[in-house]
């Protein structure tokens, strides 16, 4: 599986962003898909994560109610919908994708395919 991120910007604070995620390849609809977020400096941090197949979701506490992930397996793409940001948010975003496990478990090693990231500035 390939991934492509794209839609990250510079964004005032309290605005709106919507990352996608493109994947190439096979059985797209077969694997969890997740958002991650990086600063310069700082580990990778899970943002949100959405099942291969119903829909369930899970968030970081940081973003839950502010962040929506949704998926459309017909156009292979998974979504980040980002409301209300925030300065804190600023960080380059990576979506990735894995076989399907334990929805709660958010570490990096569980994830398989990558993104490149998309850089998300939000100014105060």
């Known amino acids: 599986v390939q991934l492509q991120a794209s839609g990250g910007g510079l964004v005032q604070a309290g605005g709106s962003l919507r990352l996608s995620c493109a994947a190439s390849g096979r059985s797209f609809s077969s694997y969890d898909m997740g958002w991650f977020r990086q600063v310069l400096g700082k580990e990778r941090e899970f943002v949100a994560v959405?099942?291969?197949?119903?829909?369930?979701?899970y968030y970081a506490d940081s973003v839950k109610g502010r962040f929506t992930i949704s998926r459309d397996n017909a156009k292979n793409t998974t979504y980040l919908e980002m409301k209300s940001l925030k300065p804190e948010d600023t960080a380059v975003y990576y979506c990735a994708a894995r076989s399907p496990g334990p929805l709660k478990t958010t570490i990096v090693k569980s994830f398989d395919y990558w993104g490149q990231g998309t850089q998300v500035t939000v100014s105060s």
């Open positions: 959405i099942r291969w197949r119903g829909g369930t979701t």
